[in-house]
Antibody, heavy 123, light 110 residues
Framework: EVQVVESGGDLVQPGRSLRLSCTAS????????MSWFRQAPGKGLEWVGF??????????EYTASVRGRFTISTDGSKSIAYLQMNSLKTEDTAVYYC??????????????WGQGTLVTVSS | EIVLTQSPGTLSLSPGERATLSCRAS???????LAWYQQKPGQAPRLLIY???TRATDIPDRFSGSGSGTDFTLTISRLEPEDFAVYYC???????????FGPGTKVDIK
């Protein structure tokens, strides 16, 4: 059974850092891209970034609002994807979701999602 | 950047009725890079449709997607009680990679 489980959410002060983890199981981790999304309280979904699978270079991409502050990485030996968040702002407050990204016919779609982890940025 | 607009914002229907949800893009979405997700309160999104019209694994056939270019539709042929939720469309641009979501349509019980 495919599962992705996020962890690491917390209350953190503006300007501080936090690292989220996404632990995957039930599939060959290195064969898939992994993506992060977020959803601010009462708002819609926002893509944060993703990291390509190893066969496709293992390189990350980010949405503009987090580029330079957030970093996505993976540890294939542990089947974990990380989201390192630096210089956090109050507007980064959200539930953060991790999802498996399936590459099909040159497009990605997100077929398995975790339950989310809450990040609150507040003084 | 492609902007997605969804209508209506809220759709009030009864179980057994047909739901038609619209997603319009500000520019043409290439090669059907359009997906639909369902989200219930307190839950993660669930993939329903990808490539505009292909049902994801284990999605009931009462859900169908259609459209191309800038206009896409998600249809739920007969609403079941578990279908009352928020539905998001999402598109993918390959260069540079960017995924954007529409604001969502809430389907609630009339």
């Amino acid at each position: 059974e495919v599962q992705v489980v996020e962890s690491g959410g917390d209350l953190v002060q503006p300007g501080r850092s936090l690292r989220l983890s996404c632990t995957a199981s039930g599939f060959t981790f290195d064969d898939y891209a992994m993506s992060w999304f977020r959803q601010a309280p009462g708002k819609g979904l926002e893509w944060v970034g993703f990291i390509r699978s190893k066969p496709y270079g293992g390189t990350p991409e980010y949405t503009a609002s987090v580029r330079g502050r957030f970093t996505i990485s993976t540890d294939g030996s542990k089947s974990i994807a990380y989201l390192q968040m630096n210089s956090l702002k109050t507007e980064d407050t959200a539930v953060y979701y991790c999802a498996r990204a399936h590459l099909w016919n040159l497009q990605y779609y997100f077929d398995y999602w975790g339950q989310g982890t809450l990040v609150t940025v507040s003084s | 950047e492609i902007v997605l607009t969804q209508s209506p914002g809220t759709l009030s229907l009864s179980p057994g009725e047909r739901a038609t949800l619209s997603c319009r893009a500000s520019q043409s979405v290439s090669s059907g890079h359009l997906a639909w997700y369902q989200q219930k309160p307190g839950q993660a999104p669930r993939l329903l449709i990808y490539a505009a019209s292909t049902r994801a694994t284990d999605i009931p056939d009462r859900f169908s997607g259609s459209g191309s270019g800038t206009d896409f539709t998600l249809t739920i042929s007969r609403l079941e009680p578990e279908d009352f939720a928020v539905y998001y469309c999402q598109q993918y641009t390959a260069s540079p990679p960017l995924f954007t979501f529409g604001p969502g349509t809430k389907v609630d019980i009339k």
